[in-house]
C-alpha cells in the first residue's frame, strides 16, 4: 500500500522523509505545495492514501483517482476541503488529525486576544507610515472570556487565560464537566457577560454561519472577537457590518472564509482587525506532532 504527501511545503517534506521508518508503508513527498485540483489524479496515481494539507478535493476529481481509498487529512477541518460524504459514497475514507496542534493554537488566540486588545496591529501599521499613533488599550486582567466549543484547544486556551488573570466561561454542544476555574454557561449567556469570545468549533453542517448576526447582536457591545477555528464559523458580513458600527470592537482572525485572504478584502481595510494568515498551528512541535500522527494514521490503515 502506498501513499503520497500531494502538497508538501519544505518544512513538512522534511519531516515526512526523516519521520518516516524502513518498516513503513511508502510515502512519497511531493514537494510542490501548490496543487491544482485537476492535477490530483496525476500526482496520486494509483496511490491508495493521500496525504492532504491544504489542497481542494472535488468528488468529481476524486472519481478519477482510481487507486484512492483513503484521504489523510492533516488537521480536523476537512470539510473545508472536501465534502466528506460524497466521498464516503466512493469508498473513500477520511481520516482527521486532532489534537496536534491544541497547544499552538491555543497559544495564537491567547496571543490575538492581547493584540487586539493592545491595538498593537493598528499602531504598527501607524507608526511604519509616519505617525506617532497612540491608542487606548483595554486591561485584561479581572476580565472575562468566553469560549464557544470546548476541545483540547478551548482547554488550553482556559489555562493561559486563567495564568493571566481572567474568568473564564464556555459553552459546549455537548455536555461536559467543568473543570477547575471555568464555568458552563447557556451559550446567550457566555455572549451577552464576555469581553472576549474565542471561537473553538469544528465546521460542520450544524456549525456553518453558527456566529450569526443574531447572535452577534447578542455579544457585550465593544467585545473582542477571536477566532483561529475556522472562517466559515462566523457570518463574515454580520462580523463586518459589527466591526464597522461597533459592536464588535476588535477582531483578532487567524482564518476567513476566502484563503488566501484576497489583497482587497474588506476586512483588510478595517483598523479594528488583527489579521494572521492561518498560520496558528505552525509550530515545530506541532509540526512533527502532524507528521507522526499522519505516519501513524498510514501504518494502522496499511496492516
Known amino acids: 500500500m502506498r501513499a503520497v504527501f500531494v502538497d508538501a511545503n519544505s518544512t513538512l517534506g522534511d519531516l515526512a522523509e526523516h519521520l518516516h521508518k524502513p518498516a513503513d508503508p511508502s510515502v512519497t513527498v511531493n514537494r510542490q505545495p ?10 496520486l496515481g494509483d496511490a491508495e492514501i493521500a496525504w492532504v494539507d ?26 473545508s476541503y472536501m465534502n466528506v460524504e460524497e466521498l464516503a459514497g466512493l469508498g473513500i475514507e477520511v481520516h482527521l488529525i486532532k489534537g496536534y ?9 491567547f496571543a490575538l486576544m492581547w493584540a487586539s486588545a493592545k491595538g498593537f496591529a493598528c499602531m504598527d501599521r501607524g507608526m511604519r507610515a509616519g505617525n506617532w499613533l497612540r491608542m487606548d488599550g483595554v486591561q485584561l486582567t479581572g476580565k472575562t472570556v468566553g469560549l464557544v466549543g470546548y476541545g483540547g484547544i478551548a482547554a488550553e486556551m482556559a489555562r493561559l487565560c486563567l495564568g493571566a488573570g481572567m474568568k473564564v466561561l464556555a459553552w459546549n454542544r455537548s455536555k461536559k464537566d467543568a473543570p477547575d476555574g471555568v464555568t458552563f454557561v447557556e451559550l446567550d449567556q457566555l455572549l451577552k457577560l464576555s469581553h472576549v469570545v474565542s471561537v473553538h468549533l469544528l465546521l460542520n453542517d450544524e456549525t456553518r454561519g453558527f456566529l450569526s448576526a443574531e447572535r452577534i447582536a447578542k455579544m457585550r457591545p465593544g467585545a473582542i472577537l477571536v477566532n483561529t477555528a475556522r472562517g466559515a464559523v462566523v457570518d463574515e458580513a454580520a462580523m463586518i457590518a459589527a466591526l464597522k458600527s461597533g459592536q464588535i470592537g476588535h477582531a483578532g482572525l487567524d482564518v476567513f ?11 483588510t481595510k478595517l483598523d479594528n482587525v488583527t489579521l494572521s494568515a492561518h498560520s496558528a498551528f505552525r509550530t515545530p512541535e506541532a509540526s512533527e506532532n502532524l507528521i507522526e500522527a499522519a505516519l501513524n494514521h498510514t501504518r494502522r490503515i496499511a496492516q
Open 34 to 43: 501548490d496543487v491544482k485540483p485537476a492535477d490530483l489524479p496525476t500526482v
Open 101 to 109: 496542534g491544541d497547544t499552538a493554537v491555543a497559544e495564537c488566540a
Open 257 to 267: 472564509d476566502i484563503e488566501p485572504l484576497p489583497k482587497d478584502h474588506p476586512l
Open 54 to 79: 491544504h489542497t481542494y478535493l472535488p468528488t468529481d476529481v476524486a472519481k478519477q483517482c482510481k487507486g484512492l481509498k483513503h484521504v489523510v487529512f492533516l488537521g480536523t477541518g476537512a470539510r
